[in-house]
């Protein structure tokens, strides 16, 4: 097993010794609320009275507070963001950084609409 792991470049590149991992960096803190924020979705839960299925969710890195957001699985990007224009930007304003593990594509699409 050893010859394969030492063959295979890709496990080289994982666990090479020369050029380790840093360590993770922790994000600054933010001086406002409201100015940066994470975002995620969980989708597929259990559905409500009304037919919402997932939870947009919104944080707000200063003060720690969240906005959950009911929703539906079937929404795509667009409705996603017609929700946080009016949940979150319509509130608060709009942020400047936002984080999210959604993939690239997602966030660029976001910050190209707002």
């Not at 539906?72 to 930007?89: A, G, W």
């Given at each position: 097993m050893q010859?394969v792991?030492?063959?295979?470049?890709?496990?080289?590149?994982a666990?090479?010794?020369?050029?380790p991992h840093?360590?993770?960096?922790?994000?600054?803190?933010?001086?406002?609320?409201?100015?940066?924020?994470y975002?995620d979705?969980?989708?597929?839960?259990?559905?409500?009275?009304?037919?919402?299925?997932?939870?947009?969710?919104?944080?707000?890195?200063?003060f720690?507070?969240?906005?959950?957001?009911?929703?539906?699985?079937?929404?795509?990007?667009?409705?996603?963001i017609?929700?946080?224009?009016?949940e979150?930007?319509g509130?608060?304003?709009?942020?400047?950084?936002?984080?999210?593990?959604?993939?690239?594509?997602?966030?660029?699409?976001v910050?190209?609409?707002?």
């Amino acid at each position: 097993m050893q010859k394969v792991c030492d063959g295979c470049i890709t496990c080289r590149k994982a666990k090479s010794k020369v050029l380790p991992h840093d360590l993770y960096m922790p994000l600054p803190l933010p001086k406002k609320p409201w100015v940066n924020i994470y975002m995620d979705l969980f989708l597929g839960l259990p559905r409500s009275k009304r037919g919402r299925d997932s939870i947009f969710v919104v944080v707000d890195r200063f003060f720690k507070m969240s906005r959950l957001i009911a929703c539906h699985k079937i929404y795509d990007v667009n409705n996603i963001i017609d929700l946080f224009l009016i949940e979150i930007v319509g509130l608060h304003r709009i942020p400047r950084s936002i984080i999210s593990d959604r993939d690239v594509n997602f966030l660029s699409y976001v910050w190209k609409v707002l």
